[in-house]
């Protein structure tokens, strides 16, 4: 059971403006990296593979929301620290907050997804919105509140 | 005076992602797009150029904010058009909210972005927000609010 | 039958990086931006659709190879025009040559793709090389010459 | 003095594109960011310092040339390595030679970069090419003409 995973990335140049900064919509890029990251530390994939799971129930993850406040930039080759807490989980979705630290400790971002659990309807072929499977359910767990609360650099 | 401005774009092939839709990512760089284009639109540039306004007087518009709600996919090569209206005025930061509209009418994504007017501070080099000059402010109003509470397809 | 389009676009802001350009890599977006839209102008889609063509005659165009000679920047803002040629259409590849040019006139890159005609091996679910079907092949044809070794501007 | 480098990494999802595969424009971004860690590998940054190198001195690496033969895609969540080997060190520019290799051995891709030393002309503001500074060709040369010629996986 987790409700917390930590990732550490390094800028790269073509996640740079001509601001001199990251662009804003790589932070949604870097949220999608440690969720990813989380899963796999999980021993789960958001993409299941039909090989390990019947096709018809591998569950995929689209996200219904998305946000992101930003508080400093990052800058080429800065390197910073992402802490995914699991916000909530709920029957049909999952909302992590997801806060962006440098190495000073200073938070310079702080973002939300919340991802919807789907599977394609053999009807219609469409992806509709399913409860989330044991086998997540069993992993993932909501942080306690004072972690939620208060952001306290990891390092 | 303007409170309002629409563009129509495709999605390509490189926006899309392996789930066969645009990813989550790429509809904060449409709404940027959008935000652009209505600021040539009043032939103002969010990138100011010193040739025309003094240096010390350029602002820049960098996010504090962004998020969006996800409602229906964009595929490739579909056509969409994006609703841009500005939310709200303040002494420093504009509120756009950015509707994103199927060519059937279909709402399928709604988002938000706050942008800060800064200025680059002579004394340190950094960037601090600053009230946004007339000139701007001469060009852009805040939308009715029956525009802003429901949501009518713009065909 | 068609041998050359062009397209004209205008830089995005997240196009640019810290070096206040377009980014290298997405000269090559750009690329297939143009060639998917002269398929279009042509009545066709890189992404056929199985509801109007067999699914098992259904084919994709993978890329073998891509470059790009890059002789000037591209900024924020700038509109340029994209001029598409077909460089050699081989039994199962087409290449392509791209030349930006700036409205002034001058030509900042020169590109290439060869994209190879691939369909699903419903044996081993790989894609594989085949031959370019006669819908295409009716439609595109190689460029003369003069027009490949001869860059003149469009303008 | 150091002719080759290594790098191993993840396909993220945001690589990915409707084919399921990372998008062939992503291998120009990920040779950059090959070539960026050969770099600090080094000690040295592609983006100088003027808090440590005469603002007059700095020089920056923009890419003259840029190409990729693709063999074989690569997957969502695929781990991949790739190698980097100078291939060629002129007065003005160095072309570097990145093999991506699957961790089971397999070539998928060879692409190239040439990068030119430029340095910012204060006359003009324009960027020029210079010759590449001394504290660089210190730590850069050729690689064997063994290692350019046959590929061998890293593994």
Request: glycine fraction near 4%; charged fraction near 30%.
């Amino acid at each position: 059971m987790s409700f917390r995973h930590t990732l550490t990335e390094r800028v790269q140049f073509a996640d740079t403006d001509m601001a001199g900064i990251v662009h804003f919509s790589n932070f949604f890029r870097y949220m999608e990296r440690v969720e990813h990251d989380f899963f796999r530390s999980l021993e789960l994939s958001i993409r299941e593979d039909p090989a390990k799971i019947p096709e018809a129930e591998c569950v995929g993850w689209p996200r219904v929301h998305a946000s992101c406040d930003y508080k400093a930039p990052l800058f080429f080759e800065e390197q910073f620290t992402m802490e995914l807490l699991v916000e909530e989980v709920r029957s049909k979705t999952v909302r992590y907050m997801i806060r962006f630290w440098k190495l000073t400790g200073e938070l310079c971002a702080e973002g939300r997804i919340i991802a919807a659990c789907v599977r394609r309807d053999p009807a219609t072929g469409k992806m509709k919105a399913v409860e989330i499977p044991s086998r997540c359910l069993a992993k993932i767990q909501t942080a306690p509140s004072e972690l939620l609360t208060s952001a306290v650099s990891p390092k």
